[in-house]
């Protein structure tokens, strides 16, 4: 695919969400060649994703510290139109 810049790009530690989830999520933005990055992480096991937007579905990977790329893959949202008969 071809890189999307102006993403915002959370990480959360992997239990995050089994928990209270008192740890601040870690953000940033795509740049325009569609690169990412976080500085400072504590080491540990993230969920990296992205939040659905009009053009992009809910993306999500697992992620250890230490890797040097991690590619995240945004789906095009669809548009679906329903049309109910005889309700």
């Not at 928990?19 to 096991?45: C, K, Q, W």
């Not at 579905?57 to 991690?70: D, M, N, P, Q």
């Amino acid at each position: 695919g071809r890189p999307v810049s102006d993403i915002e790009i959370t990480a959360r530690p992997r239990d995050y969400f089994k928990t209270v989830g008192d740890e601040p999520a870690h953000r940033t933005i795509t740049n325009v060649d569609g690169f990412y990055a976080f500085s400072m992480l504590p080491a540990g096991i993230y969920l990296v994703g992205t939040e659905a937007s009009p053009q992009y579905s809910a993306s999500r990977i697992e992620v250890k510290t230490g890797v040097k790329y991690a590619d995240l893959v945004l789906e095009p949202q669809r548009m679906v139109s329903v049309r109910g008969v005889g309700l």
